[in-house]
């Protein structure tokens, strides 16, 4: 894997202490489309169980779908797309788990803290080695 610059202690920042919101409108008109609708059962299919509690050998139902890298923030439609539909973005989690990401980052364990890297920083590769650098933001890219 080429050596990209990767904010290593993503996940361990602090929180933002906000409620969770809806989807913003701009995500919301994604989220009710044909190929996301596809894409989460193709994904929802392959991982029925959410996929940090089996770090714990923990057996947790994969209540939702976190998309690792942020795919409204792209700068274009196209790497939007892609980052939506991208089933190596996509990650299969509890409730639970998904708002400790996204409200409780505190309650990660160091291993699901590495996982979530690791998964990050593999798709951030990815894209820049087809020359498509993607873009996120340490505070809202959770
Ligand atoms: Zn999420």
């Known amino acids: 894997m080429p050596n990209v610059p990767f904010p290593r202690d993503f996940y361990k920042k602090p929180r933002c202490v906000s409620f969770p919101s809806a989807p913003s409108d701009?995500?919301?008109?994604?989220y009710n489309t044909t190929s996301w609708q596809k894409t989460r059962r193709a994904v929802a299919q392959?991982?029925?169980?959410c996929e940090l509690s089996l770090l714990q050998n923990r057996v947790a139902n994969a209540d939702e779908l976190h998309h690792l890298i942020k795919?409204?923030?792209?700068?274009?439609?196209?790497?939007?797309?892609?980052l939506l539909l991208d089933p190596d973005n996509i990650i299969a989690l509890s409730q639970e788990?998904?708002?400790?990401?996204h409200?409780?980052?505190?309650?990660?364990?160091?291993?699901?803290?590495?996982?979530?890297?690791e998964r990050k920083q593999k798709v951030y590769a990815k894209y820049v080695a087809e020359g498509c650098p993607i873009v996120w933001t340490e505070d809202a890219n959770t």
Do not use: G, S
Request: zero cysteines.
């Open 26 to 30: 701009r995500a919301a008109k994604y």
């Open 46 to 49: 392959e991982h029925p169980l």
């Open 71 to 82: 795919f409204n923030e792209q700068p274009n439609e196209e790497m939007r797309l892609r």
């Open 97 to 101: 788990k998904h708002l400790n990401i």
């Open 103 to 117: 409200y409780r980052r505190h309650l990660l364990t160091e291993d699901e803290v590495n996982l979530l890297n």
